[in-house]
């Protein structure tokens, strides 16, 4: 469905559970954001931060799954604040759901340092000055990093979580390495999941959780496998995808 006043189109996620209005053009939301919200270990009445919301995608689909959950999601950009706004009334969650306008270099007042239980990321994946960026302007700043790196993304997501509470990222798999570097002594009980396009294929994309002030060693866990060979969903990928479980990293 469009909405030719805005040029939005109308999705659904999570088999239905979710309603997503977002733009035509730009970065669009598809599997990322719902299996990022679905590897945060997040219970009733705990809040959680994203950062880099978007039209809101992430945080409606871990506010849909876990009953009582409190989601404060911040953007850089004005319009999709406002679109997210807007999906969080559609799905009746504005309780449970708000976004805001700011930027992690200059975040606004209210984002008290350490003042979240957990902590979700979906960064821009192209490093800067290594690739040739989209053209649109909105999609250029959602996959491109601009003057926050994942140094900046990484620093500030420790620094918003409590002691021993959980950050936690989707990034592409040739960049985990970076990401590890930035976590390297400053949290511990490192977990590292890849998401594996179909079995015998290497993996595009990884979740990445860690824990605030613990020395736990890092873990490679089996991950999962998203596509089966006739090219549909597996079973475990679909009871994440469309039935809202939780991930077990």
Known sequence: MTDPGEALT????????????????GFRAAIDPVLLAASVPAT??????ELGAGTGAAALCLARRVKGVRVTGLELQRDLVRIAGRNAALNGLEAEVAIICGDLLQPPPRLAPGGFDHVMANPPYLEAGTATLPEDAPRRAAVGEGAADLKAWVRFALAMVRPKGTVTFIHRADRVDALLAELHGRAGEIVVFPLWPALGKPAKRV?????RDIATPTRLAPGLILHAADGKFTAEADA???DGWGLVL
């Open 10 to 25: 109308e999705d659904t996620l999570m088999g239905g559970r979710v309603v997503l209005r977002q733009p035509v053009d």
């Open 44 to 49: 009733a009445r705990d809040s959680v931060l």
């Open 207 to 211: 979740l990445v959780r860690a824990r």
């Open 240 to 242: 994440v995808l469309r």
